[in-house]
């Protein structure tokens, strides 16, 4: 006899089985690559302040600063 989803007899296990369903997180999928080539991606890091302090010294831009740097830093 194959196997079947249990009926639900109770209006317990029907509470709980509709709790599950609400609180139970979906599988959370491979995240995707950007579909626009060359496009950015938003990451939060942690920076020493003093190495923050430097590149904001330069004002706006201070993202696109870091950017270059880490480039120079892995063409090594």
């Given at each position: 006899m194959p196997?079947?989803?249990?009926?639900i007899t109770s209006s317990r296990e029907?509470?709980?089985a509709a709790f599950k369903?609400?609180?139970t997180k979906?599988?959370?999928?491979?995240?995707?690559?950007p579909s626009i080539p060359?496009?950015?991606?938003?990451v939060t890091l942690r920076i020493d302040r003093d190495v923050l302090d430097?590149?904001?010294?330069?004002?706006p831009?201070?993202?696109d600063r870091i950017n270059d740097a880490l480039?120079?830093?892995i063409r090594k």
């Open positions: 196997d079947r989803p249990r009926r029907a509470a709980e369903s609400a609180t979906p599988v959370e999928s491979v995240p995707k690559t060359g496009a950015r991606e938003q430097h590149f904001q010294e330069g004002g831009g201070w993202q480039r120079t830093f």
